[in-house]
């Protein structure tokens, strides 16, 4: 069993649907983050929280919005999609945030398909 | 810009060696991370390097050499079990990790 877990692991939605995805993590840790993987591409990392405080936002579109209400669940909220945004959705913790030798533990992914 | 490099895709037969090869061009450097990761699932922490070297943990060692901005995975004895993609991954100067698509690994019988 991982120590982050995610929910759901699969979601369909339309391009006018609203949909959070589910993240907690059981590690202890104070730094968590979301990353989007699509077939063939390196990991884009979307958000990161650090004590629950956002420090990175790489310039994810507005329809993505991340709540991170304390260090062990992080949400990301889903509105008005687009087709591209099909993807695997990744979260991540670690015990500190963007730090030299600091591991990231990841979740199984929520599997996103906008039609 | 910032860059990863590694093969797309490996075939390899079971209980032989195989080495993956990861090439970079960072703004700096702070570490390399191997990751593993099968289809479906979490990936998952291989390794770290920060010096040059090899790093041995078992059937898996990693390489690196930062004045080539190089690092290899290598397997040994390999088992169908290690059928994966193998994610590089390069901490920069400001500490963002840069990552490289993944090498799909195919273990054949």
């Known amino acids: 069993e991982t120590g982050v877990t995610q929910t759901p692991r699969h979601l369909v939605m339309g391009m006018t649907n609203k949909k959070s995805l589910k993240c907690e993590q059981h590690l202890g840790h104070n730094a968590m983050y979301w990353y989007k993987q699509s077939a063939k591409k390196p990991l884009e990392l979307m958000f990161v929280?650090?004590?629950?405080?956002?420090?990175e936002n790489n310039s994810v579109p507005s329809r993505f919005s991340p709540e991170c209400p304390n260090s062990s669940h992080l949400f990301l909220h889903l509105h008005t999609l687009q087709p591209e945004d099909s993807a695997l959705y990744l979260c991540?913790?670690?015990?500190?945030?963007?730090?030299?030798?600091?591991?990231?533990?990841f979740g199984e992914g929520s599997w996103l398909t906008v039609v | 810009g910032q860059n990863i490099d590694q093969p797309t895709e490996m075939t390899a037969t079971e209980g032989a060696i195989v080495q993956i090869n990861c090439t970079y061009q960072t703004s700096g450097f702070n570490g390399l991370f191997w990751y593993q990761q099968h289809a479906g699932e979490a990936p998952t922490f291989l390794s770290y390097?920060?010096l040059d070297g090899l790093e041995e943990k078992g059937r898996f060692s990693s390489f690196l050499s930062r004045s080539k901005g190089y690092s290899y995975l290598l397997l040994k004895e390999l088992q169908m079990k290690d059928s994966a993609s193998y994610l590089c991954?390069?901490?920069?100067?400001?500490?963002?990790?840069?990552w490289g698509a993944g090498t799909k690994l195919i273990i054949k019988p």
């Open positions: 991954a390069v901490e920069d100067s400001n500490y963002q990790l840069i």
């Open positions: 991540a913790s670690s015990q500190e945030g963007p730090n030299s030798g600091n591991t990231i533990y």
């Open positions: 390097n920060v």
């Open positions: 929280y650090s004590l629950e405080e956002r420090v």
